[in-house]
T-cell receptor, first 111, second 113 residues
Framework: GQQVMQIPQYQHVQEGEDFTTYCNSSTTLSNIQWYKQRPGGHPVFLIQLVKSGEVKKQKRLTFQFGEAKKNSSLHITATQTTDVGTYFCAGPPSGNTPLVFGKGTRLSVIA | GAVVSQHPSWVICKSGTSVKIECRSLDFQATTMFWYRQFPKQSLMLMATSNEGSKATYEQGVEKDKFLINHASLTLSTLTVTSAHPEDSSFYIC?????????FGNGTRLTVT
């Protein structure tokens, strides 16, 4: 079945440093979605990318969808303590199939 | 925005008892809801897809007789953990889509003693 791999598993950064997490799928995805889960909370939707090579920005966050629609990345510029949490990528192989989540990247930010 | 309400947020039960978890979509209709399970510091594992008016679709390895899912209306799905055991202790999260991305409930932390 489809597998979604995410690296790194953990990342500790100093506040102000940049952070990137990478997501790779074993199959082509119809779209890629990113979620953030704060400690003790539930996943919250961040963004969805649909087009091959698509790049979207949300303030300090930059999301990219690969040309082959099998990989994606999330880059945070100048991290802040509010960025702490686990970032999950998720994608369905086709529009009607359930989301398969990556294992997530847990980000901690040291002030 | 779309809101999904999950109840209870936490429950402690004795081994052998059953626990029902409710998931409601408050401002949209959801023909499909999803139930996930999350162990500490782990990812979300899809347990089953709940289909309104029909049987749920369970993922491989998930016992349908142990995790009973009922989706009786377009806004409510329930997950019942039957004859719970300590190994069933986990964080259970439901989610639903109103046609776009998933919206998650706040989750239910189940502890079986």
């Amino acid at each position: 079945g489809q597998q979604v791999m995410q690296i790194p598993q953990y990342q500790h950064v100093q506040e102000g440093e940049d952070f990137t997490t990478y997501c790779n799928s074993s199959t082509t995805l119809s779209n890629i979605q990113w979620y953030k889960q704060r400690p003790g909370g539930h996943p919250v939707f961040l963004i969805q990318l649909v087009k091959s090579g698509e790049v979207k920005k949300q303030k300090r966050l930059t999301f990219q969808f690969g040309e082959a629609k099998k990989n994606s990345s999330l880059h945070i510029t100048a991290t802040q303590t509010t960025d702490v949490g686990t970032y999950f990528c998720a994608g369905p192989p086709s529009g009607n199939t359930p989301l398969v989540f990556g294992k997530g990247t847990r980000l901690s930010v040291i002030a | 925005g779309a809101v999904v309400s999950q109840h209870p947020s936490w429950v402690i039960c004795k081994s052998g008892t059953s626990v029902k978890i409710e998931c409601r979509s408050l401002d949209f209709q959801a023909t499909t809801m999803f139930w996930y399970r999350q162990f500490p510091k782990q990812s979300l594992m899809l347990m089953a897809t709940s289909n309104e008016g029909s049987k749920a679709t369970y993922e491989q390895g998930v016992e349908k007789d142990k995790f009973l899912i009922n989706h009786a209306s377009l806004t409510l799905s329930t997950l019942t953990v039957t004859s719970a055991h300590p190994e069933d202790s986990s964080f259970y999260i439901c989610s639903a889509s109103g046609g776009g991305p998933l919206h998650f409930g706040n989750g239910t932390r189940l502890t079986v003693t």
